[in-house]
């Protein structure tokens, strides 16, 4: 056999290879089954989370800095009702009433965040190391794990010291690259002993877009079409810069890991056999999930961003992309960052291309080239962001196997809100069909064999919700937060979502459609109003006495005053 015909051989085996290699994601394809009744694998984790701004409050207490968020909502305007998490949920007090909720409904691990400026309340370890802020995440540590709940804790959860802001101009400064790495590596030194699972940013995305692009988030800059990329960048760095910290001192001594979570609606074509339609929607996923993702599984930022923002920009008359550049040395050193990789997922859009011109002036959503849609038959509990959409979750996991080469994927964040200002209703039936119908699409894609490996319910408790203030509730324990003590009060999804976790799934259809009912039953067939006496320090209300409904006291009074206004006009 000549040389060249065993090159050209050996040329179309690695071709094949390759091939086999990297199967691609089938968007004609879009199974919406009936329900699948199983469970899943031993050793599934279950839990709920949290995050230090939104449920702590103590935001000046015991040597705490200044973040971008108590700074940001202390402004008129920027939060619903001028609303601010100084107190929230009081956590920082109640951690202790809060794990024996946990331990109540058996969780297998608790997801919280550390605040950076708890920590150093300068942003910089060489200023001041708050000694007190360490010893309340030990006591949490220790007790989640005396009460065998694993803690799974993230580093960055969007609340930045104030000083880094305003000194450096926070994430669009390449230094904070290395303040955050000061700070993980404090974190893996007093705490990695004992903490196993790492999470270095929460949903990267809002913190660059929302943050840095539309100003909707701390610290409410509007840096369009460059800011969001800027910011991105060095939060990339910093992510491997931290990942290569851990693995180089602490890996071998600690057995831990460390990965990134990132926010990931699924975007579905409007027409799954219109190639342009597909090629938005792949664009939506790129664009949202893959700009974090594809850099740290790939080495590089998705090739669809480079060439729509180095085009647009070159449209703009500009000498370089808005889209930064890494170099071939930062390439590699980013490339493989990830033990794990954590996904927050809440709902779909359909999605489908539309050309926006370049003398529109420039923003991330413009170099996109797509609208978002919704249809009107999802159901939608009130926020107006949240449809329940179950089948994009499967269709996301699968993406996500067959895109990353199926990794360690652990669900971070998945759950529902109520849009509510002081009332909600305890009977929160919406909730308990989305956990249903969401959780069984996770175990329709640990079918197809996507590596599944925990779900994180989001969240605990209600909490302070952002730009959103207390006006949108996500808990499974409805929070009085109009009374100084901020007792909770279980939720009927909190006896759903029990029921799930002690049977590891979806056993059978008769079981399952029980569920539901008692869950319900319990709730209505309370009269209590959640102006009841609080909940006492031993919880002992814990999920068997759901109280029904706060409105119906809201409606009570408003009864009451339309009856006084109508005797006093007749």
Avoid at 112 to 136: L, Q, T, V
Avoid at 159 to 167: A, C, H, S, T
Avoid at 233 to 244: F, R, S, T
Avoid at 308 to 336: D, M, N
Wanted: aromatic share 16%.
């Amino acid at each position: 056999m000549s040389l060249q015909r065993m090159l050209n051989l050996h040329y179309v085996l690695v071709l094949v290879l390759c091939v086999s290699a990297s199967e691609d994601f089938d968007w004609t394809k879009n199974e919406r089954g009936s329900f699948y009744y199983g469970t899943f694998p031993t050793g599934f984790s279950w839990g709920a989370g949290g995050s230090a701004y939104q449920t702590e409050g103590a935001w000046d207490k015991d040597g705490k800095g200044m973040s971008i968020w108590d700074v940001f909502a202390h402004k008129k305007g920027k939060i619903f009702l001028n609303d601010t998490a100084d107190h929230s949920c009081e956590g920082y007090y109640k951690f202790k009433d809060d794990i024996t909720l946990m331990k109540d409904m058996k969780f297998n691990h608790y997801r919280f965040s550390i605040s950076w400026p708890r920590i150093f309340p300068n942003g910089i370890k060489a200023d001041h190391i708050n000694e007190k802020g360490i010893k309340y995440y030990d006591d949490l540590i220790n007790m989640l794990l005396d009460n065998n709940i694993t803690p799974i804790v993230t580093l960055y959860h969007w609340d930045l010291p104030q000083v880094l802001q305003e000194k450096y101009g926070g994430w669009q400064n390449v230094s904070m690259v290395n303040y955050f790495n000061d700070f993980a590596n404090l974190c893996f030194e007093r705490f990695g002993d004992r903490v196993k699972y790492w999470i270095t940013f929460n949903n990267p995305w809002s913190s660059a877009v929302e943050g840095y692009e539309t100003g909707e988030h701390a610290p409410g800059l509007k840096l369009r079409g460059t800011g969001a990329y800027k910011a991105a960048h060095h939060i990339i760095k910093a992510h491997a810069k931290v990942w290569h910290t851990y693995d180089t001192q602490w890996r071998s001594k600690q057995k831990g890991l460390v990965g990134i979570s990132l926010l990931a609606d699924w975007g579905e074509p409007v027409d799954i056999i219109n190639q342009r339609d597909i090629e938005a929607a792949e664009r939506y996923v790129q664009f949202y999930m893959g700009w974090f993702a594809t850099p740290i599984f790939n080495g590089d930022y998705p090739q669809v961003m480079k060439d729509y923002i180095g085009r647009k920009s070159a449209q703009q008359g500009l000498g370089t992309s808005r889209l930064p550049v890494f170099s071939s040395q930062e390439k590699s050193y980013i490339k493989g960052t990830c033990d794990f990789l954590g996904i927050g997922h809440f709902t779909t859009r359909y999605i489908t291309q539309k050309n926006y011109p370049s003398g529109r002036g420039n923003s991330y959503f413009t170099d996109r080239d797509l609208v978002e849609l919704v249809d009107p038959r999802w159901p939608d509990p009130g926020s107006e962001w949240l449809y329940s959409v179950p089948w994009g979750f499967r269709r996301l996991l699968n993406y996500i196997k067959t895109q990353y080469g199926n990794p360690m994927i652990y669900v971070t964040e998945n759950g529902v809100s109520e849009k509510v200002q002081r009332c909600t209703d305890l009977c929160d039936d919406w909730r308990m069909q989305y956990f249903k119908d969401y959780i069984n699409e996770m175990l329709k894609a640990l079918k197809d064999g996507v590596n599944v490996k925990g779900y994180t319910a989001w969240s605990l408790l209600d909490k302070f919700e952002w730009d959103e203030g207390f006006s949108e509730r996500f808990g499974l324990f409805y929070v009085d937060f109009l009374n100084k003590n901020k007792p909770r009060y279980p939720k009927a999804s909190v006896q759903y979502y029990k029921r799930i976790i002690s049977s590891n799934g979806f056993p059978n259809q008769r079981e399952v459609e029980s569920w539901k009912r008692k869950a319900t039953e319990t709730c209505s067939s309370s009269n209590q109003l959640l102006a009841a006496d609080p909940l006492t320090s031993h919880m002992e209300m814990v999920t068997e006495i759901v109280v029904p409904t706060v409105c119906t006291l809201c409606i009570l009074l408003a009864a009451v005053f339309l009856m006084f206004l109508l005797r006093g006009r007749f």
